[in-house]
């Protein structure tokens, strides 16, 4: 069995998508998970990993990738991906006319969002 036979035919609602992803955060589940069009890209980045892990013996880089397209999975099924990019297009035309936008420190907004996924950040 590979992973193109894991895909259920049963259409999943966002939550349900999300739930599974909260359980199980096994490499076949995401592929299952993202976006049809988004499976070619995670089997590509996988492979690699996976390649790269084979010679050095270290699976850290291969579960920063999965830890990725995690995140990515979960913000795409939720709508938070079509958010971020809307929010970002926003501030792109503000910026392009010259206002001033007000905002938050990068690391503060990184620890806010680790803290709800329940990420551990290195320091």
């Given at each position: 069995?590979?992973?193109?036979?894991?895909?259920?035919?049963?259409?999943?609602t966002?939550?349900?998508?999300?739930?599974?992803?909260?359980?199980?955060?096994?490499p076949?589940?995401?592929?299952?998970?993202?976006?049809?069009?988004?499976?070619?890209?995670?089997?590509?980045?996988?492979?690699?990993?996976?390649?790269?892990?084979?010679?050095?013996?270290?699976?850290?880089?291969?579960?920063?990738?999965?830890?990725?397209?995690?995140?990515?999975?979960?913000?795409?099924?939720?709508?938070?991906?079509?958010d971020?990019?809307?929010?970002?297009?926003?501030?792109?035309?503000?910026?392009?006319?010259?206002?001033?936008?007000?905002?938050?420190?990068?690391?503060?907004?990184?620890?806010?969002?680790?803290?709800?996924?329940?990420?551990?950040?290195?320091?």
């Amino acid at each position: 069995m590979n992973a193109e036979h894991y895909e259920s035919s049963v259409t999943r609602t966002p939550e349900q998508i999300v739930k599974s992803l909260d359980r199980d955060r096994s490499p076949r589940n995401i592929r299952a998970c993202l976006p049809h069009a988004d499976r070619t890209y995670f089997d590509k980045d996988f492979r690699q990993a996976m390649a790269k892990a084979t010679e050095e013996l270290d699976l850290g880089p291969v579960n920063e990738l999965l830890a990725h397209w995690w995140h990515m999975a979960r913000m795409k099924a939720s709508g938070e991906y079509e958010d971020l990019l809307e929010q970002a297009a926003r501030l792109q035309d503000q910026i392009e006319c010259g206002e001033y936008i007000p905002g938050r420190p990068l690391q503060e907004v990184i620890a806010e969002r680790a803290a709800e996924l329940g990420v551990r950040l290195n320091r």
